[in-house]
């Protein structure tokens, strides 16, 4: 349980969180001051820092955690997560019942207080997750109550919080899953049970249907497997009334292989998160059907599987795609783009959508150029990209718009069908511009999340493995673009 109150009962916590600035000092921690502290040199109230001590001084127990939260002209919302994601952890390890949070420095530092009682809302809920479905040995977390004082708090905005906190611990553990278990029919009944208490219609089309459609490229990618495919269609119209509709493409590679261009054994281990897209625009919609913004988004997730049999699609091959451009492959690894391409021409076609935004773990190029910080987009539209960018800041992730040069363009062409779908170096943008070969003119932004989508180590309020990446990021955007 998590709850904003007026004022913390202090005897009642053997936890604490204590955020801390920089020009505090001769408030009194326990039995010493700050400036004690500071003196000391173990504890300065920079912002992100943190510093462990116990007290009895209110007759119990108690862990204290101080948090840094810097000043106003170091103070950052993405650190204050990273501090207070560390505090919790601290305490979680320390085995504490229950937490009584003060934030009242918090707003001397800055004036954000909406946002500032969303990350409040996110923080603890995204910070207490962790993956152990498959532990037969686990260790339940034995924080059972975590009280904020916030007098000044904006309710709605902490309760919105703890919508998009819950949004995001779903989607990374749907990327969390192992593939053996999230097959394209798992993912899809997932996403049916996880809609069904919302007013979002869930449609799955399965193979036959898929066929019907001639989405020749996806079919192309899954074929080779024997967990058939699934196309994932969420439908959720806040403003039927209004014409325009926002499309959220997700990748959906519940495994990638790499098909006969085969990844080396490394490569693959983390590939059971090539679903990273899917699951964000998935969870998502979760909390769009909760927070009900007056606009209509439809979400797509050609969900399949990169497989090796004696019926894969072959380097060398030329295969048709949905919206009628021939595409010569020649790596079967570089698959997204093609379970993409006739997603996105689903969504313009099919379910008429005026913006497009698709969201994949796309490339490993993407690594080599912005690492785990950032991930870069694509896009043809700068007004569309302006909002999108805005969503993700307010979500406090990144995302690094790339150029389109005409003699990047040139590259997805070739010489014995329409496109190809390896083209090569800079390959996180190639495959950006593959992709928008097929958006016609709808305004479009295309995020490559191989980089953000999941973590080898633990930092803040994220555990090792999926993130979440862009989760929150399109419940703000859906807000943004209502009316
Ligand atoms: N799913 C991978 C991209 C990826 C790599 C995601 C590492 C997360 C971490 C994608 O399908 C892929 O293999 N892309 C190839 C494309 C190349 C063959 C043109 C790549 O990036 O190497
Ligand atoms: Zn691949
Ligand atoms: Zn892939």
Same mark, same amino acid.
């Given at each position: 349980?998590?709850? +904003?109150?007026?004022?913390?009962?202090?005897?009642?916590?053997?936890?604490?969180?204590?955020?801390?600035?920089?020009?505090?000092?001769?408030?009194?921690?326990? &039995?010493?001051?700050?400036?004690?502290?500071?003196?000391?040199?173990?504890?300065?109230?920079?912002?992100?820092?943190?510093?462990?001590?116990t007290?009895?001084?209110h007759?119990?127990?108690? =862990?204290?955690?101080?948090?840094?939260?810097? &000043?106003?002209?170091?103070?950052?919302?993405?650190?204050?997560?990273?501090g207070?994601?560390?505090?919790?952890?601290?305490?979680?390890?320390?085995?504490?019942?229950?937490?009584?949070?003060?934030?009242?420095?918090?707003?001397? @530092?800055?004036?954000?207080?909406?946002?500032?009682?969303?990350?409040?809302? $996110?923080?603890?809920?995204?910070? /207490?997750?962790?993956?152990d479905?498959?532990?037969?040995?686990?260790?339940?977390s034995?924080?059972?109550?975590i009280?904020?004082?916030?007098?000044?708090? #904006?309710q709605?905005?902490?309760?919105?919080?703890?919508?998009?906190?819950?949004?995001?611990?779903?989607?990374?553990? +749907?990327?969390?899953?192992?593939?053996?278990?999230?097959?394209? $029919?798992?993912?899809?009944?997932?996403?049916? =049970?996880?809609? #069904?208490?919302?007013?979002? $219609?869930?449609?799955?089309?399965?193979?036959? =249907?898929?066929?019907?459609?001639?989405?020749?490229?996806?079919?192309?990618?899954?074929?080779?497997?024997?967990?058939?495919?699934?196309?994932?269609?969420?439908?959720?119209?806040?403003?039927?009334?209004?014409?325009?509709?926002i /499309?959220?493409?997700?990748?959906?590679?519940?495994?990638?292989?790499?098909?006969?261009?085969?990844?080396?054994?490394a490569?693959?281990?983390?590939?059971?998160?090539?679903?990273?897209?899917?699951?964000? @625009? *998935?969870?998502?919609?979760?909390? *769009?059907?909760?927070?009900?913004?007056?606009?209509?988004?439809?979400?797509?997730?050609?969900?399949?599987?990169?497989?090796?049999?004696?019926?894969?699609?072959?380097?060398?091959? *030329?295969?048709q795609?949905?919206?009628?451009?021939s595409?010569?492959?020649?790596?079967? #690894?570089?698959?997204?783009?093609?379970?993409l391409?006739?997603?996105?021409?689903?969504?313009?076609?099919?379910?008429?959508?005026?913006?497009?935004?698709?969201?994949?773990?796309?490339?490993?190029?993407?690594?080599?150029?912005?690492?785990?910080?950032?991930?870069?987009?694509?896009?043809?539209?700068? #007004?569309?990209?302006?909002?999108?960018?805005?969503?993700?800041?307010?979500?406090?992730?990144?995302?690094?718009?790339?150029?389109?040069f005409?003699?990047?363009?040139?590259?997805?062409?070739?010489?014995?069908?329409?496109?190809?779908?390896?083209?090569?170096?800079?390959?996180?943008?190639?495959?950006?511009?593959?992709?928008?070969?097929?958006?016609?003119?709808?305004?479009?932004?295309?995020?490559?999340?191989?980089?953000?989508?999941? *973590?080898?180590?633990?930092?803040?309020?994220?555990?090792?493995?999926?993130?979440?990446?862009? /989760?929150?990021?399109?419940v703000? +955007?859906?807000?943004?673009?209502?009316?």
């Amino acid at each position: 349980m998590i709850q +904003l109150v007026k004022k913390l009962d202090i005897k009642s916590f053997d936890g604490v969180i204590r955020c801390v600035s920089e020009d505090m000092s001769h408030e009194k921690i326990g &039995n010493l001051t700050l400036s004690t502290l500071k003196e000391k040199g173990v504890f300065e109230g920079k912002v992100g820092e943190t510093y462990a001590m116990t007290t009895s001084e209110h007759g119990n127990f108690q =862990e204290i955690i101080l948090v840094g939260i810097g &000043n106003e002209a170091t103070f950052s919302t993405s650190k204050l997560r990273k501090g207070l994601g560390e505090a919790y952890k601290q305490l979680k390890s320390k085995k504490v019942k229950a937490i009584g949070v003060y934030t009242e420095a918090i707003l001397s @530092v800055c004036s954000m207080d909406k946002k500032i009682a969303r990350v409040l809302g $996110e923080v603890f809920i995204m910070s /207490a997750y962790a993956f152990d479905d498959y532990k037969t040995d686990k260790k339940p977390s034995t924080i059972e109550r975590i009280e904020i004082e916030g007098s000044e708090m #904006d309710q709605v905005a902490f309760d919105e919080g703890k919508i998009l906190g819950e949004a995001n611990v779903f989607s990374r553990h +749907l990327t969390n899953m192992p593939a053996n278990v999230m097959t394209p $029919e798992k993912l899809s009944l997932l996403a049916k =049970e996880h809609l #069904d208490q919302t007013d979002i $219609e869930v449609e799955i089309k399965g193979l036959n =249907e898929i066929e019907a459609l001639g989405m020749h490229a996806f079919l192309a990618v899954a074929k080779a497997s024997t967990n058939t495919p699934k196309l994932i269609v969420m439908r959720y119209m806040g403003n039927p009334s209004s014409d325009q509709r926002i /499309a959220y493409v997700g990748k959906g590679l519940t495994y990638d292989s790499g098909g006969l261009s085969v990844k080396p054994t490394a490569s693959m281990l983390n590939m059971k998160d090539d679903m990273g897209g899917a699951s964000a @625009v *998935i969870a998502a919609m979760g909390a *769009i059907g909760k927070l009900k913004p007056k606009v209509n988004i439809i979400a797509i997730v050609a969900a399949c599987e990169n497989m090796i049999s004696g019926n894969s699609y072959k380097p060398g091959d *030329i295969i048709q795609s949905m919206g009628g451009k021939s595409i010569f492959i020649g790596n079967t #690894d570089a698959e997204g783009r093609l379970t993409l391409i006739d997603a996105v021409t689903y969504a313009i076609e099919k379910e008429n959508a005026t913006f497009v935004l698709d969201i994949a773990t796309l490339t490993g190029a993407a690594i080599h150029c912005l690492g785990s910080e950032a991930a870069p987009v694509v896009s043809n539209n700068d #007004d569309f990209y302006a909002h999108v960018e805005k969503a993700f800041e307010k979500a406090d992730e990144r995302i690094w718009r790339m150029p389109i040069f005409d003699e990047y363009k040139a590259l997805v062409k070739h010489e014995q069908a329409d496109l190809t779908n390896s083209a090569g170096s800079p390959g996180t943008i190639t495959a950006g511009i593959f992709i928008g070969e097929f958006v016609k003119d709808v305004p479009w932004v295309h995020i490559d999340i191989a980089g953000t989508a999941f *973590i080898e180590k633990a930092v803040g309020a994220f555990s090792k493995g999926g993130t979440g990446s862009g /989760a929150r990021a399109l419940v703000y +955007l859906a807000k943004k673009m209502s009316k």
